[in-house]
């Protein structure tokens, strides 16, 4: 199975402020069709999981443009160009290039 | 609107079974990937199992065996069987669904808690 890494695993960051998280994966997650199945999701406290980013870079509808996402092979980033208080939660990063799919461990989100 | 909502969930002893239901509206659960994913308490999101348009199945290595994920067209609902349950099946389970295109999971339940204890 794929492992998928992420790291920081906690980041305090100030509103206002860039957050990154990076996303690895233990095998390359470009598909035979040519697609990178790598989306990110946010889950906020008491929350389901939302989606935020699919095949890399594709923001979801209404999600604000404030968040970025870019990598290619094993190497992911999710970027908040300025972190607003509404953006407190776990962020996960999750395959689906090769079943089964897995996810990272999550990465806390947290406002200093 | 499309709308997915679990069932099904409670406390079980170790070595019994639960199925647990997802009923859907605003879309056919036979055009998407139909996923489930659970949550321990205060754990990340493990993925569980993926039933495929065509009917063909996956499942993560720790339920693998022991759970079977099957859907009901004509109830355009989603389930899990889960049998010979252990403590560590304990979390809340999602739902959720998947487009072929985006194999990303874009819309999910609110989840349903299943507690494996004696």
């Known amino acids: 199975d794929i492992v998928m890494t992420q790291t920081p695993l906690s980041s305090p960051v100030t509103l206002g402020q860039p957050a990154s998280i990076s996303c690895r994966s233990s095998q390359s997650l470009l598909h035979s069709d040519g697609s990178t199945y790598l989306s990110w999701l946010q889950q906020r406290p008491g929350q389901p999981p939302r989606l935020l980013m699919y095949k890399i870079s594709n923001r979801l509808s209404g999600v604000p443009d404030r968040f970025s996402g870019s990598g290619a092979g094993t190497d992911f980033t999710l970027k908040i160009s300025r972190v607003e208080a509404e953006d407190v939660g776990v962020y996960y990063c999750m395959q689906a290039t090769r079943f089964p799919s897995t996810f990272g461990q999550g990465t806390k989100l947290e406002i200093k | 609107e499309v709308q997915l909502g679990e069932s099904g969930g409670g406390l079980v002893q170790p070595g019994g079974s639960l199925r647990l239901s997802c009923a859907v509206s605003?879309?056919?659960?036979?055009?998407?990937?139909m996923t489930w994913v659970r949550q321990a308490p205060g754990k990340g999101l493990e993925w569980v199992s993926v039933i495929f348009r065509g009917g063909s199945t996956y499942y993560g290595d720790s339920v693998k065996g022991r759970f079977t994920i099957s859907r009901d067209n004509s109830k355009n609902t989603l389930y899990l069987q889960m049998d010979s349950l252990r403590s560590e099946d304990t979390a809340v389970y999602f739902c959720?669904?998947?487009?072929?295109?985006?194999?990303?999971?874009?819309?999910w339940g609110q989840g349903t808690l299943v507690t494996v204890s004696s």
């Open positions: 605003g879309f056919t659960v036979s055009d998407y990937y």
């Open positions: 959720a669904r998947a487009t072929a295109t985006t194999r990303s999971l874009d819309y």
